[in-house]
């Protein structure tokens, strides 16, 4: 059974970069059927996509955020990270794993319970 | 940016059914998708591919779309509904996503 869980820093300070990790258990992120993502939630506020990667490494950024975001795999660990610098107040969220199928990519069939960033001096 | 708008809020009597509205301009071009959080958990897809139901949703959640609205309606409501629900559409061309404000459904 797919199962996806976050692990990051919980607090950041401003002007720096955030990284989470995503760890990923009954597929491979080699897979090629699925899309890996991130979605996240500010406090008390809706959802926000931020980005996805595919086979060998194929990236899709959220255009509001893609001069900030790097997303990658590791196939050792069978894991992914998203990367955002330059973090300010406005990136405190809640950020989720979100799996797409690549059958069907038009919806969000997996989410991770997230981990809560906050970004703070 | 493409736009999902709905409304904040929305009450429904147990047994009673609740619709909620997701406004975007010329949603029915996208594949529209349906989302239950209840607080402090993650999003739980309901709708997906505009009305079709993940296994394990009941029957009473149901979608459709027409014109520039998607509705999602909940039939027979009972208090475990009451959750946020966001509607998300793809958006094909770019190949990303864009969430709906989210609706507070409140079961009387």
């Known amino acids: 059974q797919l199962q996806v869980q976050e692990s990051g820093p919980g607090l950041v300070k401003p002007s720096e970069t955030l990284s989470l990790t995503c760890s990923v258990s009954?597929?491979?992120?080699?897979?090629?059927?699925?899309?890996w993502g991130w979605i996240r939630q500010s406090p008390g506020k809706g959802l926000e996509w931020i980005a996805k990667?595919?086979?060998?490494?194929?990236?899709y950024y959220n255009p509001s955020l893609q001069s900030r975001v790097t997303m990658s795999v590791d196939t050792a660990k069978n894991r992914y990270s998203l990367s955002l610098k330059s973090v300010t107040a406005a990136d405190t969220a809640l950020y989720f794993c979100a799996i797409n199928t690549a059958a069907r990519p038009g919806h969000f069939h997996l989410w991770g319970q997230g981990s809560l960033v906050i970004v703070s001096s | 940016s493409y736009v999902l708008t709905q409304p904040p809020s929305v009450s429904v009597a147990p047994g009673e059914t609740a619709t909620v509205a997701c406004g975007g301009d010329?949603?029915?071009?996208?594949?529209v998708h349906w989302y239950q959080q209840k607080p402090g958990q993650a999003p739980v897809l309901v709708i997906y591919?505009?009305?079709d139901r993940p296994s394990g949703i009941p029957e009473r959640f149901s979608g459709s779309t027409s014109g520039d609205t998607a509705t999602l309606t909940i039939s027979t409501v009972e208090a475990g509904d009451e959750a946020d629900y966001y509607c998300?559409?793809?958006?094909?061309?770019?190949?990303?996503?864009?969430f709906g404000t989210g609706t507070k459904v409140t079961v009387l």
């Open positions: 990667i595919f086979f060998r490494g194929v990236t």
């Open positions: 009954g597929a491979s992120v080699s897979s090629s059927d699925f899309y």
């Open positions: 010329n949603i029915g071009e996208n594949t």
């Open positions: 591919y505009d009305g």
């Open positions: 998300q559409v793809w958006d094909t061309a770019r190949d990303h996503y864009v």
